[in-house]
């Protein structure tokens, strides 16, 4: 019968734990663990040739996360796709949660002090909204994405937690949200003149979000329009950030040489700004390098997300791999002068525990996709779809 | 059912290749600006961050030197210790200061001055506690050092005037740059920098400056200095040495110290080298450079004797009788008088309504021109002075260098002033009266001039040349120092003849007996001077006084209304070398108070003269010879 359930142990598609370790996408946790070792090294020389503060404590940070990560990617698939609602509500009720009660964290109210821990639920969301729109879109056939009334749940799913974390304010996560939210809509295979309509529609809005812009955003976007307008002021980062890459040349200043990051003319050189500082100490070779691996990186996820055979697992494919792509496009575009500062990390190099954990849990998530690739789930979710 | 989700793959296969594509494409764009940035524009952002990081940063060039005319250091610069903290250093600046406190004195209010400014800095400034450290207290920092952290011992350099108060005058002296002398050059913006404020070393200020030298530093983005990555040393200022004579011009400062208010100028007079310059009282130079305190300001500048003013220069005196050779020799010159015309002196000559006085109530009978400076009878002088008038006695004063500046290289050089008939009617509107002749031929009335003047017009008198007065061996420019070209001055338009009848009558003042100045005579044979006393009115003396209690006599008044005591001469007699001036104020008979001066400076010139004998002029040190000697001070102190 179509619609029984298997326990575990009758499951046909059960794989054993040993197997599925064996299985485990290596090359892709090598690739992973390069980058944070990039990031290590990185930090080491923000830190002047120091292990603290900040190396060592990414490296634990990595450590848990790396196990984290072989966990959730040796959970079955299908695990995920049953709690993506319930996360996505969890996340929401928690975004909601910082609304009324939020610590205060560089002007805008992100975290939740759980006391042992600082949870920030914008983070959690981002890995929620994928796999919710996964599950939503899971169930879905080509001709049902063409139905308007279909499309309204899965935008108000995107919709809701943007517009929380935008009141945060935080427009670089909302901004990450509704463009990886966009992904899934389009995989799912939303018909292309809707999304020109919303688009086209967004920037109809500008003139009108503009007015409910923070201050602080409004300078960011002047100033990336315009950084040598105020080169001590607002648009000392960008013009630092430009002159040290710039400076770097071809094969850069080397290793802890980098005059711009060490004498601290450039800015929070740690976090959002230390691929600067790469671009500073090993030059435009350093940077393409870094850039392949990324390349790379992406290109697993893609790889990953043909090779699998059931809907949900290619959507949250694509879909963490987008979330991954856009931090990366982001925050390079950003310190290179391309778009705003809008402090969003660079994944897996930059210091910061919160986004390190975000991101090796969408990578468990991947590779669990990758895993259990041959898992075949039906559209209702609680169905092999065998017989 | 398959059928569809096979249907749903080749949607999703198709966007997904396309969305991939979409990203490579945002990829490249990035390796795109990256290679803008690194590649195409990387030039241009090397030299931005080079900017950020590179500070120039200027040295102070140390001062020239100032020497006398045998190289005898006149102005130096001296090491100058004083002690810095380092907030960031030390654990608790108090109890640094307060530890400190028991080995140098301090005082409470220095350690609330230290800890407010170190509390205004960035922690790594340096703040300075206390300057002008002596080498004792230098050593007892030192060896308590590790009690001490974040103190920094650091040697600077300060102007020091070995001689003080001796040529305090001449010498002027430095101190800080003021706000409206800034002219744009960095170097005076450093702090601590002292540029000439009076004297010889304001006038020579660019000179003895030096060009600074240029430290390229590593800072960061606070503008602390990480190291030190090129340095050019500047080139030090000048030497600057001096035609005078060091033991002369103690010598003199000695000699006027008995007055209350005096100057004297002793010179050459072949090339107006001026061989001692002195003003009295005077006033000590150091305590300017490291900045004046009010009190001692408002002393000096209320002292009722002046002793900022440089009176040699800058004090302008009536001359009195000394003015009398040159209304003689206006008179020879024109030929209106000959020497051995007599007139005759019955004690004063009516002119008009009004009756001009000799100083000798008696008279001095009959005068011819000889007698005439030898009694210095005011009558002669209202006689003739009728005869030539005031426009030639004023043409010859210019002509010996009255009335006009001397040009020598001080600052704020009076010009003294010879009066005219234009010069009356258009300064005052008024016409010349007759009478105004007469006493302007005893160097009374409107005639002003400075010692310095006085001592020039002696100078011409005893060589017959334009000799014009100068405080440098060395011609001396903003661009450096050359050797002066053995300066020819000009003949005076007077003729020989003339002059020598001035000098023999002056010969007749000093060593004739009964002469006025023959008690102020050098008895030394062969050092024989010949001069001219002067007693000048500084008051009016009524009908009324002459009448009742007879002329005061100088003790019988306030020091301010006696007369100024002068003198001038040359010496020796036969063959001139030196020319001296003196004038005391309010000091009483020139030849009484004056006179003795005079001799005293003049013997002493010619004695140090005979005992330098051996010293001959191509064996005096020049510039090149003299480099400022603060580089070997340092081997020697450090």
Not at chain 1, 297 to 321: D, E, K, M, S, W
Not at chain 2, 429 to 442: C, D, M, N, V
Not at chain 2, 476 to 497: H, I, K, M, N, W
Not at chain 2, 544 to 563: A, C, H, I, M, S
Request: hydrophobic letters at 40%; a neutral charge; glycine letters at 10%.
């Amino acid at each position: 019968m179509a619609m029984s359930k298997y326990r575990i142990g009758e499951d046909p598609d059960y794989v054993p734990i040993g197997r599925r370790l064996l299985l485990l996408n290596w090359t892709l946790v090598l690739l992973i663990a390069a980058l944070s070792g990039i990031g290590f090294a990185m930090l080491y020389s923000a830190a002047n040739g120091s292990l603290q503060p900040w190396a060592e404590r990414q490296m634990m940070r990595f450590a848990v996360g790396a196990v984290l990560m072989i966990v959730i990617a040796v959970t079955d698939i299908r695990v995920w796709l049953k709690l993506a609602y319930f996360s996505y509500f969890v996340a929401l009720v928690l975004l909601v949660g910082v609304e009324i009660k939020g610590d205060i964290g560089m002007g805008a109210q992100r975290w939740i002090n759980l006391g042992f821990f600082q949870l920030q639920p914008s983070e959690l969301m981002k890995i929620s909204l994928v796999l919710a729109l996964a599950r939503y879109f899971h169930g879905l056939t080509v001709e049902d994405t063409g139905r308007i009334t279909l499309l309204i749940p899965p935008l108000l799913m995107v919709l809701a937690p943007a517009a929380l974390v935008l009141r945060q304010p935080d427009l670089g996560t909302a901004l990450l949200l509704i463009a990886g939210g966009g992904v899934i809509f389009w995989l799912a295979g939303v018909r292309m003149w809707k999304f020109a309509l919303i688009l086209g529609s967004a920037l109809a809005a500008i003139p009108i979000g503009w007015q409910f812009l923070r201050d602080y955003q409004k300078n960011r976007v002047l100033t990336f329009l315009n950084p040598e307008n105020d080169p001590l002021g607002a648009g000392y980062h960008i013009t630092q950030s430009k002159i040290a890459l710039g400076s770097g040349g071809l094969f850069g200043k080397g290793f802890m040489l980098g005059s711009q990051s060490h004498l601290n003319f450039l800015p929070e050189k740690q976090t959002d700004f230390i691929f600067t500082m790469l671009g500073e100490e090993f030059g435009l070779v350093g940077g393409l390098a870094l850039l392949a691996l990324y390349a790379l990186v992406i290109t697993y996820g893609y790889i990953i997300a043909l090779r699998c055979r059931n809907q949900f697992g290619r959507l949250v494919a694509i879909g963490v791999t987008s979330t991954f792509f856009l931090y990366v496009f982001i925050n390079i575009a950003m310190v290179m002068g391309l778009i705003p500062v809008v402090g969003v990390p660079l994944p897996l190099v930059s210091y910061g525990g919160t986004v390190m954990m975000t991101i090796l849990v969408s990578f468990g998530l991947l590779m669990s996709v990758s895993i259990h690739r041959d898992i075949r789930i039906s559209r209702q979710g609680n169905d092999d779809g065998r017989n | 059912m398959w059928h569809r989700d096979s249907d749903r793959f080749r949607m999703f296969t198709r966007r997904a290749l396309m969305l991939g594509a979409g990203k490579g494409v945002l990829l490249t764009g990035l390796a795109a600006r990256m290679y803008y940035l690194q590649v195409l524009e990387s030039d241009r952002y090397r030299t931005l961050a080079d900017e950020n990081r590179i500070s120039h940063r200027l040295l102070p060039p140390p001062r020239g030197l100032v020497t006398d005319r045998f190289g005898e250091p006149l102005a130096i610069n001296r090491q100058n210790y004083h002690i810095m903290i380092v907030r960031e250093q030390t654990p608790d600046v108090r109890r640094t200061l307060e530890i400190l406190d028991q080995i140098i004195e301090l005082g409470p209010d220095t350690i609330e001055r230290v800890e407010r400014d170190v509390a205004r800095r960035r922690s790594f400034v340096p703040v300075t506690v206390r300057d002008n450290l002596t080498w004792d207290e230098v050593a007892r920092v030192g060896v308590n050092a590790p009690d001490l952290p974040g103190l920094i011992i650091d040697a600077g350099r300060s102007r020091d005037y070995p001689e003080g108060p001796h040529l305090a005058h001449t010498l002027g002296y430095v101190a800080a740059v003021s706000e409206k002398e800034l002219t744009g050059d960095p170097l005076l913006e450093l702090p601590g920098f002292t540029i000439g404020k009076s004297g010889v070393e304001k006038v020579y200020d660019l000179a003895l400056r030096g060009t600074a030298g240029t430290s390229q530093v590593e800072v960061n983005a606070l503008g602390r200095v990480i190291r030190e990555l090129e340095r050019e040393e500047g080139d030090s200022g000048n030497t600057v040495v001096m035609t005078l004579d060091l033991e002369l011009q103690r010598y003199a400062n000695q000699r006027l110290s008995d007055q209350e208010s005096a100057s004297a100028v002793v010179m050459d007079i072949h090339n107006g080298e001026v061989l001692a310059l002195a003003s009295h009282p005077t006033y000590d130079p150091n305590a300017f450079t490291n900045g004046i305190s009010h009190k001692l300001w408002n002393s000096l500048v209320n002292n009722p004797y002046a002793p900022l003013s440089n009176k040699a220069v800058n004090g302008t005196y009536a001359p009195g009788s000394t003015f009398k050779m040159c209304v003689a020799l206006a008179g020879l010159e024109a030929g209106i008088i000959s020497p051995n015309q007599k007139f005759f002196c019955n004690g004063y000559l009516d002119l008009g309504n009004a009756r001009f006085h000799c100083w000798k109530r008696g008279g001095h009978g009959w005068m011819n021109m000889h007698d005439s400076l030898k009694h210095s009878c005011d009558v002669y002088y209202y006689e003739i002075s009728q005869k030539i008038g005031i426009d030639r006695i004023a043409a010859m004063a210019h002509k010996l260098g009255l009335g006009e500046e001397t040009g020598i290289d001080l600052p704020n050089e009076r010009s003294g002033l010879i009066p005219t008939k234009d010069w009356k009617e258009i300064q005052l509107g008024k016409r010349w009266q007759g009478g105004e002749t007469l006493i302007a031929s005893i160097g009374q009335g409107y005639v002003l001039a400075t010692p310095l003047q006085l001592c020039t017009m002696t100078a011409r008198l005893a060589s017959g040349k334009a000799v014009k007065p100068h405080l440098t061996r060395d011609h001396v420019t903003p661009d450096g120092v050359s050797s002066r070209e053995a300066e020819e001055f000009p003949e005076l338009q007077v003729s020989r003849a003339n002059l020598a009848r001035i000098r023999d009558s002056m010969n007749g003042v000093t060593n004739e007996i009964r002469g006025t100045g023959y008690g102020a005579r050098i008895k030394t044979e062969g050092m024989e001077m010949a001069g001219k006393s002067g007693t000048s009115q500084v008051r009016r003396i009524t009908m009324r006084e002459r009448q009742t209690t007879g002329v005061l006599g100088n003790d019988e008044l306030p020091w301010k209304y006696r007369d100024h005591a002068l003198f001038v001469a040359f010496a020796p007699v036969d063959n001139p070398r030196y020319a001296c001036s003196v004038v005391v104020e309010h000091g009483g008979g020139g030849s009484g108070v004056a006179g003795p001066i005079v001799r005293d400076l003049l013997q002493k010139a010619q004695e140090l003269q005979s005992a330098r004998q051996g010293i001959s002029a191509a064996n005096l040190p020049n510039s090149a010879q003299l480099r400022p000697r603060t580089a070997q001070n340092n081997e020697n102190e450090g």
